[in-house]
């Protein structure tokens, strides 16, 4: 048979018989932006995307189990451990020590870094399941990562994963739910992968995925409004007023509770996402490493914004500690640059 006539039968079938894998969208931008590279990078997003199959099916099966409920423990930041926390953990960890490309680890789940044997050149900060209170309920949990190359003269430590978040060389989260959706930057725009459990790939589904440059909905835990400070409360009253751009109808709100399900809508639909700091505590609750980071990165590469309370933008932070918090405000361009208005002037 012809390649016209296979064409034909392919379309007369309704079957996409050329998909792009994640792995060979990996291959294809690496001859395209980096042909001269060493593939390590490749090689470690492959063993990345081992880590996001492994814990889709864990949590697909969690329920039949007995993996819901908490563990017992606590984390390296005194949140109470689900068991799937502790087993996601466990996963990244074994993932990235046998991919021999990661010297560096930072979890969520550990107090302090890991240090891998061998010569891997690159640091990744993970939090292995994000929201995973939510999960006895059924909403969508995922893991946010961030991924540096190691400094030239080191060898491993604290000091490879202390650093602004520009430096980060590829960042993304992977939600879990009905299907497992992968979204990754490498730093030349956003592309979201979605996980074909028959195949058992994650395919290419969102190419050169860019974010709304404004849309009315906010998403934002107003539970926590006691403490915010004045201009917060004033620019989230305000978003609840009639807009005369919307014919005067206000804001919708749209609040999950876990963070990677509340950006993924935010990245596909637009909007604004906050998890601002506190009057009572100073700080934020997000981690800036391993949730502010990544998701800062992707926004931004889909042509968003991403800043903390004072309007710094978040990938401009050097953070002392590996646990380090920050309030963050994430999402379109416009909506941001809204918020930003209402910060006060110095």
Known sequence: MTEAANDTVSKQMDVETDII???????????????????ELSLLLNSLQFAFKFIAHNIRRAELVNLIGVSGTANSTGDVQKKLDVI?????INAMKSSNNVKVLVSEEQEDLIIFEGGGRYAVCTDPIDGSSNIDAGVSVGTIFGIYRLRDDSNGSINDVLRKGT??????YTMYGASAHLMLTTGTGVNGFTLDTNLGEFILTQPDLKIPEHRAIYSVNEGNSYYWPDYVKNYIADLKKPQDSLKGKPYSARYIGSMVADIHRTLLYGGIFSYPADTKSKNGKLRILYECFPMAMLLEQAGGRAVTDKGER????????????????LGSKG??????SYIPKA
């Not at 978040?314 to 405000?329: F, Q, R, V």
């Not at 909506?335 to 930003?340: G, I, K, L």
């Open 88 to 92: 996601g953990d466990e996963i990244f």
């Open 314 to 329: 978040i990938l401009d932070i050097l953070p002392k500690g590996i646990h380090d918090k920050s309030g963050i405000w």
């Open 21 to 39: 894998t994640l792995t060979r969208f990996i291959l294809q931008e690496q001859q395209k932006t980096a042909p001269n590279a060493t593939g």
């Open 167 to 172: 430096e980060m060389v590829a960042a993304g």
């Open 335 to 340: 909506e941001v640059d809204r918020f930003e």
